[in-house]
C-alpha cells in the first residue's frame, strides 16, 4: 500500500508543476500582450492628439 500511496502523491507532485509552468508561461504571455496593447495605446493616442489639436491624455502636450 505504501508504493502505491506513493505513487499517487508523486503524480499529484507532477500534476502541480505542470499546473504551475503552465501559469508562469500563462503570466509571462499576458506581460508580453498587455505592453503591446500599451505600446499601441500610446501610439494611437499620439495620433489621436495631433489629428484633434486636444491634449487628451492630460500631459500638457499635444502628440
Do not use: P
Not at 3 to 21: P, R, V
Not at 35 to 57: F, V
Amino acid at each position: 500500500m505504501g508504493l502505491f500511496w506513493n505513487l499517487i502523491q508523486q503524480s499529484q507532485i507532477q500534476d502541480h508543476k505542470y499546473k504551475a509552468d503552465t501559469l508562469e508561461v500563462r503570466v509571462r504571455n499576458l506581460e508580453w500582450e498587455l505592453a503591446n496593447t500599451r505600446e499601441l495605446l500610446i501610439k494611437t493616442l499620439k495620433i489621436l492628439e495631433e489629428q484633434s489639436g486636444k491634449d487628451i491624455n492630460g500631459d500638457g502636450k499635444i502628440g
